[in-house]
């Protein structure tokens, strides 16, 4: 069975940093990973996908970098500011077996950053 | 992109009623996903429903507790029945085709006392 496990847990800084979060998965036969924002009392939004077959993407101040054959992705935040307070999800699309679209999350990282 | 909308956003509900909680979305898609947060914890799968087909449960889940609708293409409906305070949590819709962005409805909040 796939696991997500994201490092670290939660994380508090000063704006203006540049912030890595990281992400591990035991399964590598994955189709691709995703990651995603919380807000407190919303949904997700959707911020990077990466395929299979890619190692980054990039979407303003954000990239995120996979390494499918070792199960590592790391979400790489640009000079941080306070609204990027969120919990931020990795999750991997489907492994040996599942259905196709079916994602694996890990518990997320809880980022605050503060003025 | 796929635009969610879930209904109710939020309720409050007694130990032993049920609450069926309606996902709409703007576009037709195959499969659409039935996720749980419970409070503190990251998302887990309850269900995957498919239009004309049964929900196909996660392990954990049973369609007696959480039985699952899939009318049409654009429309899925996911019951808590006989609910209890274990069952407080973060209820999310997603739709998602194959290996695309997954997308989620903004989740209904449910507390049970």
């Known amino acids: 069975k796939q696991e997500v496990t994201q490092i670290p847990a939660a994380l508090s800084v000063p704006e203006g940093e540049n912030l890595v979060l990281n992400c591990s998965f035991t399964d590598s036969a994955i189709y691709n990973l995703q990651w995603f924002r919380q807000d407190p009392g919303k949904g997700l939004t959707s911020l990077l996908l990466?395929?299979?077959?890619?190692r980054e993407q990039t979407s303003g101040r954000l990239n995120a970098s996979l390494d499918k054959s070792s199960g590592r992705s790391t979400l790489y935040i640009a000079a941080s500011q306070p609204g990027d307070s969120a919990t931020y999800l990795c999750?991997?699309?489907?492994?040996?077996?599942?259905?196709?679209?079916?994602?694996?999350f890990g518990r997320g990282t809880q980022l605050t950053v503060w003025p | 992109s796929a635009v969610i909308s879930q209904k109710p956003s939020r309720d409050i509900c007694q130990r032993g009623t049920s609450l069926t909680i309606q996902c709409q979305v703007d576009s037709q898609v195959t499969m659409m996903f039935w996720y749980r947060q419970q409070p503190g914890q990251s998302l887990t799968l309850i269900a995957t429903?498919?239009?004309?087909?049964?929900?196909?449960?996660e392990s954990g889940f049973v369609i007696d507790k959480f039985p699952i609708s899939r009318p049409n293409l654009t429309f899925s409906t996911l019951t808590v029945s006989n609910m209890s305070p274990e069952d407080s949590s973060i209820y999310l819709c997603?739709?998602?085709?194959?290996?695309?962005?997954?997308?989620f409805g903004p989740g209904t909040r449910l507390l049970v006392l």
């Open positions: 990466i395929q299979s077959s890619q």
């Open positions: 997603s739709v998602g085709q194959g290996s695309e962005t997954q997308y």
């Open positions: 999750a991997v699309n489907a492994d040996r077996g599942s259905t196709l679209g079916r994602l694996y």
């Open positions: 429903a498919n239009q004309g087909s049964e929900a196909t449960y």
